[in-house]
């Protein structure tokens, strides 16, 4: 090291909403720190891109719990970064449209008493359940202090008193409180947002980002990187830095800790803590695979990741494609969570489809995105090469032409829902899971980071903490994924460095 070489408080390998948010907390309590992304853009999945003069969300299309008071809307407001951002709240009695297999559908309103209400008119006979569904989701939640920004006390409860409630399965729990298949349905309808599996996804998952998206669920105007600007922002007034361009390949060890960084560019940074927002298998390889247990990293490669997607994104005419301010569901199957293990004959079973607000008109849309889970494998022929703006690479012809196709297969879909939609269209784009794969730097593109499976629920746990004493990890591997979940996941890796009742304390009365 030279003479001027800095040694940073803190290094935050990736700037995805975990690392920044992580980043803006630790400058907020005084401390050096600098953000190394290795892409052109920071925010990982609050990433955008623009075609046909539009911009198109990649990785964060509605956000939930972001009415006034909420609880990203607190640590949003702590940050404060809430008066950098253009909301769109989505629609009172309706932000989520499920459409099933016979074209029959539902509306999920917002707040409890919407959803009960809407629901109840299409069910008479089953506000038992409906009842019972909506208590379920709030007593799982206050399982959850931090979730409520409370800090864990041992006489109340919390998933850490009751482990048990983490092993319970949201399908079972559903199929015990009703018999018809359509409630189920509409009950699980939004899956596509934790990938819901009936195998596999537990009830916690469903309750943590169901009550979220229930607690306001709002669009971000002009693209979700303004949530990555904003705090990128923040964090210079605090005096913190981020380098775009800066892939952390290596690191450097004396003793037992961690020393410098060094990047693919040949530039080695020093700091006194590392925490990273890459996946906890990328966080392994980059810090030295030899200098975590065997254990550990073997319990780490048996757990799967969630699957990855499929997105096509449209830009439309002007004023030609009414703007919905609402998402929409879309199953041609009747269970509707059995579409992560798709069909390949059938897909895409579950379409996610949205129009992102246009800067013009409230009227009409000028895009829409659709998204349907798509497995790796799909791909994994044209796997060998990488292409990113940072690291451009044009992948061979036969990739483009299997893209065409299941473009066109979507817009057939997309057909059977708006008939006319075709003659609106002026632009077709799409992203494949190697998109995610060479953007996000995960193996396999997945949509969330690691599954969380109720066979395994145990193995599952990611600690901030790692063996190396002064590496962290953040993001939505830690606690949950989504944009609420990783910003959880950044106040669990603060707490190492921040007292915990303190900083929540700030937040809450922020
Ligand atoms: C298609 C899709 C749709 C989604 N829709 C929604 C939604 O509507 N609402 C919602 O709340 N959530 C949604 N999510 C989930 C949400 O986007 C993620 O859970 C969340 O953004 C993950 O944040 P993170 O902090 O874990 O970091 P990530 O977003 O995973 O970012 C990690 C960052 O680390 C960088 N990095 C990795 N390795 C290195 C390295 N070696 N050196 C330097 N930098 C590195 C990456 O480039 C990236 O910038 C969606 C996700 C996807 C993929």
């Known amino acids: 090291m030279n003479e001027e070489q800095k040694i940073y408080d803190f290094i935050i390998v990736g700037s995805g909403i975990g690392g920044l948010l992580s980043s803006v907390i630790l400058a907020m309590e005084g401390h050096s720190v600098l953000v190394l992304e290795k892409n052109h853009q920071i925010g990982g999945n609050l990433q955008v891109f623009s075609r046909d003069k539009r911009i198109f969300d990649t990785g964060v299309h509605y956000i939930g719990s972001l009415d006034e008071g909420e609880n990203l809307y607190q640590i949003f407001k702590y940050v404060n970064i809430l008066d950098d951002l253009k909301m769109q709240r989505l629609d009172e009695d309706c932000y989520d449209l499920i459409r099933l297999e016979d074209g029959s559908t539902f509306k999920h309103g917002q707040g409890y008493e919407q959803f009960k209400k809407g629901l109840y008119v299409d069910f008479p006979n089953e506000k038992a359940a409906i009842d019972d569904f909506c208590k379920t989701l709030k007593e799982y939640c206050d399982y959850f202090p931090l979730y409520n920004l409370e800090t864990f006390d041992g006489n109340k409860k919390s998933y850490i008193n009751d482990p048990e409630i983490l092993e319970i399965s949201a399908w079972d729990y559903v199929n015990s409180i009703t018999s018809d298949k359509k409630l189920q349905a509409v009950f699980l309808g939004n899956g596509p947002l934790y990938a819901g599996d009936y195998k596999r996804t537990p009830l916690f998952v469903l309750a943590l980002i169901m009550n979220s998206y229930l607690k306001g669920s709002y669009r971000m105007v002009n693209g979700s990187s303004q949530i990555a600007i904003a705090l990128q922002k923040r964090l210079r007034e605090h005096g913190g830095e981020l380098l775009k361009h800066q892939e952390v390949v290596s690191s450097t060890q004396n003793g037992a800790s961690v020393t410098c960084v060094q990047t693919k560019c040949g530039d080695t940074f020093y700091a006194n803590n590392f925490i990273s927002n890459a996946h906890p298998k990328q966080t392994v390889e980059m810090f030295g695979a030899e200098k975590f247990r065997p254990a550990y990293r073997k319990r780490l490669e048996l757990l799967d990741d969630t699957v990855s997607a499929f997105m096509l994104y449209l830009s439309f005419k002007e004023n030609s494609f009414p703007y919905l301010n609402h998402n929409v569901y879309n199953y041609t199957k009747e269970n509707v969570w059995d579409t992560v293990d798709y069909n390949e004959s059938e897909w895409p079973e579950a379409l996610f489809i949205c129009t992102p ?28 090469s990488f292409n990113t703006v940072a690291e451009s690479a044009e992948r061979a012809e036969a990739y483009q032409k299997f893209k065409e196709e299941k473009q066109e297969k979507i817009i057939t879909r997309l057909e059977e829902i708006y008939p006319n939609i075709r003659e609106s269209i002026i632009g077709v784009h799409s992203s494949t899971p190697l998109t995610y794969r060479d953007y996000i730097g995960t193996k396999d593109g997945s949509l969330y980071g690691i599954e969380k499976d109720v066979n395994t629920i145990g193995f599952s746990k990611i600690n901030a903490r790692t063996k190396i004493p002064n590496v962290f990890m953040t993001g939505q591997n830690l606690v949950f994924h989504g944009i609420l979940g990783a910003s959880i996941g950044a106040l669990v890796t603060c707490f190492n460095f921040v007292e915990d009742r303190e900083l929540i304390k700030k937040i809450k009365s922020a």
Request: hydrophobic letters at 40%; proline letters at 4%; a negative charge.
């Open 357 to 384: 607000p246009s800067k013009a008109t409230t009227e009409f849309a000028d895009s829409m995105s659709a998204m349907a889970y798509m497995n790796i494998k799909e791909v994994e022929q044209w796997g060998e």
